[in-house]
Every structure is written in C-alpha cells, then in structure tokens.
C-alpha cells in the first residue's frame, strides 16, 4: 500500500525567502506525482504535475522534482511572498488504478510572514 | 475549459434532512468523483464513477448516495447524516488532456450537520 509523507507539516517564513516542501512515497510505480495547493476551506488547486517520465517541471517561481528511485518530490518555491500562505498537498496516482487510487500527503502548511 | 464547479458552497442540515450536493464539468471526463475531507486532513475517496459505472469505498455508509445523471454530473445525495459527516466534500474528474490523464478538483462543499 502506498504511503504518501510530507515533511514539515507546518512552516513559517519571512517573506523573500526560498523554501523547499519535501514529499516521500513508498511505492515507485507512479504514474504522475502533483502538488496541490489548498487555501483554508477551499478546494485544491492543481501547481504542479510531473509525469513518471519526467524529473521536472517549472511554473512560475515553483519547480517540481521527482526522484523515483528515492522516493521523492519537492516543490520549490522562490522569493516566497504572503499570498503563498496555504497547504500544500503532494499526491501520488499509481500505474494501476490510476486517479481511483490516489494517495494523498498529509500537506504542509505554510505561512510566510509579511 | 478546465473547470469542475460544485453547488452549493456551504449547506448546512439537520440529521433528519434530504439533501443533495452537485457536481459539474464540461471537460469531457468520463471519470467523476467525490471525496471527503475533514480538517487537517488530506481527502479521502468516497465514490467513483468511471463510464457511468460506479465504485464504491465499502467503509462509506449508506447514508451517503451517488448519482451519476449522464457523464458531466455528478450527485451526492444525503440522508440521515450524523454531525461526524460535517466536513468539505471535494468533487473531481479525471479525462486526458495534452496527451496525458489529469485530474481537476472542484472548489468543493463545506457541509455542516446539526
């Protein structure tokens, strides 16, 4: 069974700062792996996806890593700013099943300080 | 298009109330699904249904109903809910975009039972 870690679970910055949010998985037969970003209440929206082929991708001021063979992901977030005050959610959809089988982090929750 | 839409965006009921959560998307996805999340918490998988056919988590009780009217709604209907069941109710589809399966959440339901 995949499980899915993500560490920190809470973070608090200045703002300016360049922060790296950490996410494990057990089980190296992904499909995709994708950061989300949830606001308090609200639903998630998608960053980031990075294919199982892929060992990257870039949107912005965040990039994505993938490293299969250790089990892990991070999203980078440069010059963080106020607005990037939420949880972040890394999810793991397996080859088999697919998005029936999606296993979720348990997020991080970031503040970064004015 | 990318977008799931979800009504309404709060509710709140009694135990003894008949209500219904919707769910929509004109993306095309044959895969719709909905998902529970409490607090601080990361979602959890409720109900799929892929191609009008529908799977079920079998640790979901029956209070909980899905309808599946044609491929770009999604229904959840609700019955005898017990205070425990407040929480977000995050709706999905899933559909190859660009070449490659994604998943698109909703902005969800925020449920309360009295």
């Known amino acids: 069974k995949q499980e899915v870690t993500q560490i920190p679970a809470a973070l608090s910055v200045p703002e300016g700062e360049n922060l790296v949010l950490n996410c494990s998985f057990t089980?190296?037969?992904?499909?995709?792996l994708q950061w989300f970003r949830q606001d308090p209440g609200k639903g998630l929206t998608s960053l980031l996806l990075i294919q199982s082929s892929q060992r990257e991708q870039t949107s912005g001021r965040l990039n994505a890593s993938l490293d299969k063979s250790s089990g892990r992901s991070t999203l980078y977030i440069a010059a963080s700013q106020p607005g990037d005050s939420a949880t972040y959610l890394c999810?793991?959809?397996?080859?088999?099943?697919?998005?029936?089988?999606?296993?979720f982090g348990t997020g991080t929750k970031l503040q970064v300080i004015p | 298009d990318t977008e799931v839409t979800q009504t309404p965006k709060h509710l709140v009921m009694g135990m003894t109330n008949k209500k219904s959560l919707k769910c929509e998307q004109h993306m095309g996805h044959r895969a719709m699904y909905w998902y529970k999340q409490k607090a601080k918490k990361p979602p959890e998988l409720m109900f799929v249904?892929?191609?009008?056919?529908?799977?079920i988590n079998e640790s979901v009780p029956s209070r909980f109903s899905p309808e599946c009217p044609n491929s770009s709604l999604l229904n959840l209907h609700l019955h005898a809910l017990q205070p425990e069941d407040s929480a977000l109710y995050l709706c999905?589809?899933?559909?190859?975009?660009?070449?490659?399966?994604?998943?698109?959440f909703g902005p969800g339901t925020r449920l309360l039972v009295l």
């Open positions: 249904y892929s191609y009008e056919k529908l799977s």
């Open positions: 089980d190296s037969a992904i499909y995709n």
């Open positions: 999810a793991a959809t397996p080859f088999s099943g697919g998005y029936q089988k999606v296993t």
């Open positions: 999905a589809s899933s559909g190859r975009s660009e070449g490659r399966e994604t998943q698109y």
